[in-house]
């Protein structure tokens, strides 16, 4: 019986030490993510109702209301709105008439994207910036080549507006997530489409340590970053965003 007890007690010790551990990965996760600069959360629907810009080929610039739409893994397959003459327009995205797009985000849509960014774990919910989803007013949506052998244009969400002078970072709607521990941590996108100065996009991932190799033909024409990286401090892929950051503000003229 005393055998029993003892471990019993051990099962105990042994549990709390691990409620422990975890506890300390969901601070160091925490304040981590919150005191660093980060992407925005991309927007994942057409609401019905708000208000939309659409930039043709062409040059003209059509503005209305979304009336319906259909968005395919994560892809925009087509939209359609009434314009403000009242007339019912409808957009197919392989017809490639589509230069680019904003959706103007309305009470109803931030609360969507509040929702969905506080679905992804526990950590998610708590460091998301609901203050920048209250003020940012539209989705920003930019033609640009896949990251295939075969040139095809695809309309892709802009994740870092405001520090985008070089690089242009879109969701990537294949990404997969990270999993996380019980609900506390994961949800976090594995990879972003890059373009660097209207080039082809690159897929940047995190797959088997591949961002390491990936950060310095990224950020080889920055010398600042190349000496910072190559010392003490060595690239993580957590950091992605505070690296485009960092080109932006130190690299960018």
């Known amino acids: 019986e005393s055998i029993v007890i003892l471990c019993y007690i051990v099962i105990l010790i042994k549990e709390e030490k691990t409620m422990k551990s975890i506890f300390k990965i969901f601070i160091l996760t925490l304040f981590t993510t919150v005191y660093s600069q980060s992407f925005i959360e991309p ?31 994560g892809k925009i397959s087509w939209i359609s709105i009434i314009d403000e003459d009242g007339q019912k327009r ?35 919910a708590l460091t998301a910036d609901y203050d920048e989803m209250d003020k940012r007013e539209w989705a920003i949506y930019e033609l640009a080549l896949r990251p295939k ?5 695809e309309l892709m969400q802009l994740l870092n507006p405001g520090f985008d ?12 997530e990270t999993k996380g521990i019980g609900g506390l941590t994961g949800g976090e996108k594995k990879s972003y489409l890059v373009v660097k100065n209207g080039a082809k996009s690159v897929k940047i991932e995190k797959k088997n340590y ?34 485009i950051g960092e080109h932006h503000k130190n690299c960018s003229k």
């Open 149 to 153: 052998k075969k040139d095809k244009w």
């Open 165 to 176: 002078s070089v690089f242009k970072v879109y969701n990537d709607p294949w990404a997969k």
């Open 90 to 124: 409808k957009y197919k995205m392989k017809e490639g008439m589509l230069k680019g797009m904003r959706v103007k985000l309305g009470k109803f849509a931030k609360a969507m994207l509040k929702m969905q960014a506080a679905s992804k774990s526990l950590v998610g």
């Open 210 to 243: 591949k961002y390491k190799k990936q950060f310095t033909e990224l950020f080889n024409d920055c010398e600042s970053m190349m000496s910072k990286y190559k010392g003490k401090y060595k690239p993580k892929w957590k950091d992605f965003a505070s690296h």
């Open 43 to 73: 927007f994942g629907s057409l609401p019905a109702g708000e208000e939309v810009e659409i930039t043709l080929k062409s040059g003209e610039v059509v503005k209305g209301k979304i009336k319906s739409g259909l968005v395919a893994l």
